[in-house]
């Protein structure tokens, strides 16, 4: 037996010879272009919209509220509700009394609530006057952030640890490179493209190791990530998709006209997309780790075709989980076309929904590339390792009770 055989952890690929240079040779360039790609498309002079100071905000909690019965409208126009006055004592000590909000969408306040207001200047008295916007939200924020932490960390342990760390990683990309970036006029594809890449190989490595099985992931998330890229760019151009489709898109195109619309729609779909990339690229990799493991004697096609069954449940139920995901964030939009009566053709191929849809199948088509791309290079390197190389007869060696990587280190040998 020779002297570099070591046992494996569970999930992890037996190393084949030149395993590291491997890992080297995929890890490093990718490194130097995202790298390279980072400081030419770094913002240099992020654009802020003019204008948009708004009225000032101040906080308080409410002491009380007196409601009242309305007065009446003329007929013809809508009822007024929730009539009254709330008494609220700002940070500052001071007690103002304002309206009970009202209107769709306004707040419920009761006494005890923390809320956070507009300071308006009332032209008639000379004064101030205050409006109650919205809760407070961050102690109730905190705590469920807290409990999400502290779940992931007791089922996780060490890799929740770095699990969260990788998400914070992701949440900086984001937050100072990605949209900084787009909105000083770089190409949102390029942008996005580059982004993801920073964040799929620091987070990857971080949460999952420096191993062979992360490479074959991280191989595979690129390769398939590059395909849905295209993908988007050909479904998008064939389809007409403008990227400008709801409010917040026209807003933009207002406030920021040097955005390129269409290709922010690219970079969604392909952020998008990595978020459920890595999931199935690295479940893959550990599943043909753990068969090859399991079953030293598979060569490539037992190893491709048993990890290639695992992944078509996988996909199948990720497909539906993305579905899901859309559906239920356009449930409001989709009430509002029911309403409507409006025709089922007019309907999917509007550009709102047809946005969505090419959304959807552009990233299940990724997704579903990512299965046989990633089982393969994961089967191959595995079957590599497995292979038997001259084997000297068996010799009756005693063997740690309970080893279960004994057989397989001694066939390997």
Excluded at 142 to 168: D, H, M, Q, S
Excluded at 339 to 355: H, K, N, R, V
Excluded at 385 to 391: K, T
Aim: glycine fraction near 10%; charge should be negative.
């Amino acid at each position: 037996m020779s002297a570099d055989h070591r046992h494996h952890a569970h999930g992890e690929l037996p190393e084949p010879p030149g395993a590291r240079r491997l890992t080297l040779l995929l890890l490093v360039p990718a490194v130097l272009v995202t790298l390279i790609g980072m400081l030419l498309l770094w913002p240099r002079d992020t654009p802020r919209a003019e204008g948009a100071q708004g009225a000032p905000v101040v906080t308080g909690e409410v002491v009380a509220v007196t409601a009242r019965e309305c007065p009446p409208v003329p007929e013809g126009e809508t009822p007024l509700e929730n009539c009254g006055t709330v008494q609220v004592r700002l940070d500052d000590g001071a007690v103002i009394s304002t309206d009970i909000p009202s209107g769709p969408g306004a707040p419920e306040v009761a006494a005890g609530d923390d809320v956070t207001m507009l300071a308006l200047n009332d032209s008639e008295t000379g004064g101030v006057s205050y409006s109650i916007s919205d809760h407070q939200r961050g102690a109730e924020l905190w705590l469920l952030g807290a409990a999400f932490a502290l779940a992931v960390i007791a089922f996780g342990r060490w890799r929740g640890v770095t699990a969260l760390a990788g998400l914070a990683v992701t949440f900086v990309i984001l937050l100072w490179f990605i949209v900084p970036a787009i909105l000083d006029g770089r190409s949102p594809v390029l942008v996005a493209v580059v982004g993801a890449a920073a964040i799929m190989l620091i987070v990857l490595y971080l949460t999952h190791g420096l191993s062979i099985t992360t490479t074959v992931a991280v191989a595979g998330t690129l390769a398939s990530l590059a395909i849905t890229a295209i993908l988007a760019a050909v479904a998008t151009g064939a389809v007409h998709l403008t990227g400008v489709a709801d409010e917040t898109s026209n807003f933009l195109t207002i406030t920021q006209g040097d955005v390129n619309m269409r290709g922010l729609l690219l970079a969604g779909i392909v952020i998008g997309s990595l978020g459920v990339l890595d999931d199935v690229t690295v479940t893959q990799s550990a599943t043909v780790a753990e068969l090859a493991l399991a079953n030293p004697s598979y060569g490539f096609r037992r190893l491709y075709g048993a990890a290639t069954r695992i992944g078509r449940a996988h996909i199948a139920s990720v497909i539906n989980t993305i579905v899901l995901a859309y559906a239920g964030a356009s449930l409001p939009l989709m009430l509002l076309f029911a309403a409507g009566d409006t025709p089922l053709g007019e309907l999917l191929t509007s550009q709102m929904i047809a946005q969505e849809l090419v959304r959807s199948a552009v990233g299940t088509i990724g997704l579903v590339a990512a299965v046989p791309i990633t089982t393969a290079l994961a089967a191959l390197l595995a079957a590599r390792r497995s292979r038997p190389v001259a084997a000297p007869p068996r010799r009756a060696e005693p063997r740690p009770a309970g080893d279960p990587w004994a057989a397989f280190v001694e066939k390997d040998g």
